[in-house]
């Protein structure tokens, strides 16, 4: 496994065909999200191009946007992202 040592795992529910599964989500996978240009960050075709252009594998854009949405935004301090960020992030 080539992931960082410090990767924490949080199970996110991702329906495949019908089937649910858990698939771990890792640090990287977020912070992959969060080191996109800001401004881009919002609206479906978003999501759908960063699921397109393979930032996550086998995240369905569906699973990106709600995973940003319900667990990043509102633990955005506990990343290490820059001051500049962080605060984009908590005024948006």
């Not at 199970?11 to 640090?27: A, E, S």
């Not at 960050?41 to 996550?56: D, F, R, V």
Request: proline share 3%; glycine share 6%; charged share 30%.
């Amino acid at each position: 496994d080539k992931r960082h040592p410090l990767s924490f795992h949080i199970k996110c529910c991702r329906n495949l065909k019908g089937v649910g599964l858990f698939q771990t989500f890792f640090v990287e996978e977020d912070l992959a999200m969060i080191d996109r240009e800001p401004a881009y960050l919002g609206g479906n075709e978003t999501w759908k191009a960063m699921e397109k252009s393979g930032i996550c594998q086998n995240r369905s854009w569906q699973s990106l946007k709600e995973r940003f949405r319900k667990r990043v935004l509102p633990n955005i301090e506990q990343y290490e992202v820059d001051l500049q960020t962080k605060m984009y992030f908590n005024n948006s």
